[in-house]
């Protein structure tokens, strides 16, 4: 049973691991950096986790990083699961249920995407606002189990709006310009035509990625907090001349990280002390 499967994982994490997070951060391609400033920190692979499945995205860690970052417990997820890699949508979101029954009440999202909005460039930060599923697919269908969650869901407030507040109030008190807006999830792995872009312009689309959505979708079933920021590593197909490549992506993400990851130490420091946390 799916429960069993995610338990038997809490469990080995539970007698491996000394650190219990509140807060869990999934860091997207290239931002691994960010799991560098915590302090004691505890690794998990993933492939030493019963019922993870296997991954080998490269810009891809596929560990847990346990540590302390302000003196708050949290983990960083460095490395995630896209569904591109012809995994079910419940494996990819596996994780996100196992944070859950491990106690953690926020998730921070993050990833690195292509920006549509004509208003942002290459090297932005984007607080997702919302987003648009546009996979066809969803991490929920199957039977449900309501020690998770609903069988139906209310999507109204997906991206928390208090963390979106403290994100905007953080950004703005250390200078980092964060722009905001819809995300928009494309299955890839190749990256949209021309005319996709286009089209998802017009139905309200200001960024597009291959990731976020089915970790955000599961995390709002099973009540939690989320916040999702986007590094907008390019600009969609036919925005900009030129073709895209993963390359070109890591090596945007890695820059962005660099901001993303002063924003947030400072951020996750915040939602900490909402949780009225013991340090
Ligand atoms: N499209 C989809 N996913 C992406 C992109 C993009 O342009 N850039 C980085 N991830």
Do not use: W
Not at 123 to 130: E, K, N, Q, S, V
């Amino acid at each position: 049973m799916f429960y069993d499967e995610v338990m038997n994982a809490v469990r080995l994490i539970r007698e491996r691991i000394v650190c219990r997070p509140k807060v869990a951060v999934i860091l997207g391609s290239g931002l691994g950096g960010v799991a560098d400033s915590l302090e004691e920190k505890e690794y998990l692979p993933y492939a030493e986790i019963p019922g993870f499945p296997p991954s080998a995205v490269s810009g891809h860690a596929a560990r847990f990083v346990f540590g302390r970052m302000n003196e708050k417990p949290v983990v960083v997820m460095q490395g995630r699961f896209h569904y591109y890699e012809g995994l079910s949508m419940r494996q990819i979101t596996f994780p996100i249920y196992v944070l859950r029954m491990l106690g953690v009440e926020s998730l921070v999202v993050t990833n690195a995407c292509g920006g549509i909005n004509p208003g942002f460039a290459p090297g932005d930060l984007m607080l997702i606002t919302d987003h648009i599923n546009f996979s066809g697919n969803n991490p929920l269908i199957g039977e449900n189990d309501e020690r998770f969650g609903p069988r139906f869901p209310d999507m109204t407030q997906v991206y928390h709006p208090a963390l979106q507040a403290v994100t905007r109030q953080t950004a703005k008190s250390l200078g980092i310009a964060l722009q905001e807006g819809v995300y928009a999830f494309f299955t890839g792995p190749c990256y949209e035509t021309a005319a996709e872009i286009r089209a998802i312009h017009t139905l309200g689309a200001d960024a597009v990625g291959m990731s976020t959505v089915p970790e955000a979708t599961v995390a709002n079933y099973l009540g939690m907090k989320v916040l999702g920021v986007s590094c907008i590593t390019n600009m969609g197909t036919g925005i900009a001349k030129g073709a895209h490549s993963h390359e070109e992506v890591l090596a945007a993400a890695e820059t962005s990280g660099k901001t993303l990851c002063r924003l947030l130490e400072k951020v996750l420091a915040e939602i900490s002390l909402e949780e009225g946390e013991e340090a």
